[in-house]
């Protein structure tokens, strides 16, 4: 075989090199994908209305006097079980962890002698009204901000008005509760007979008025 034919070969395998990569940078031009703005891909969802995405609106919460309108004082004594590790609801009993209950409803705040309240406590002035107690019980560190009081606070309404209405037995003399009108309902106990306190729990943590 000649150099000239050789030389045929080699440019006809040359030439169809050329070839094939004209026709891959073609094609990449051509079929390449257009680059994402933001990497990862695209899913496409379908928009809800706001009421389905997060189901039924939450209930705008009730005045607290609307709930003490159907308070139960039975279950404000399971309810305050809660409250006795660190409180006593006894007249006369004194402090434990936190100041005694007795007579909290209109009380006025940290006024009970011999208990080293907190300085955020002693600053927030006042009485322990029904309202008051309902937002404390709520949650204590957000309402009065620096409480020592633990607590995290029942996020149930009607818990909260069953427990006010139990704690207003615990007095000589239980104040009229209020009602949704503006009015005063009767108190939860005839006065000089006060509820009897539920018999000391052995565990769970406790509201308290620190």
């Not at 409250?83 to 409803?105: A, F």
């Not at 208990?115 to 006042?126: C, D, E, T």
């Amino acid at each position: 075989m000649n150099s000239f034919e050789i030389n045929k070969i080699l440019g006809a395998l040359l030439g169809t090199c050329l070839a094939l990569l004209a026709v891959h940078i073609a094609a990449g031009a051509i079929f390449t994908p257009p680059v994402p703005a933001k990497p990862g891909y695209e899913i496409a969802v379908k928009e809800s209305a706001p009421e389905q995405a997060q189901g039924k609106e939450a209930t705008a919460e009730q005045p607290i006097e609307a709930l003490l309108a159907t308070a139960s004082v039975e279950r404000g004594t399971q309810i305050v079980k809660q409250c006795q590790i660190c409180h006593n609801l006894g007249k006369g009993q004194g402090p434990k962890v936190g100041p005694d209950l007795y007579d909290i409803v209109g009380r006025e705040r940290a006024s009970q002698a011999g208990f080293n309240y907190s300085a955020a406590m002693k600053a927030k002035s006042g009485t322990w009204t029904v309202d008051d107690l309902n937002k404390f019980l709520t949650k204590p560190s957000a309402y009065i901000p620096g409480t020592l009081m633990t607590f995290a606070g029942l996020t149930r309404e009607n818990q909260r008005a069953d427990l006010i209405a139990f704690l207003n037995t615990l007095s000589d003399h239980p104040k009229p509760l209020p009602t949704a009108q503006g009015g005063q309902a009767a108190p939860a106990a005839a006065e000089g007979s006060p509820a009897k306190a539920p018999a000391e729990p052995s565990t769970k943590a406790e509201p308290s008025t620190k």
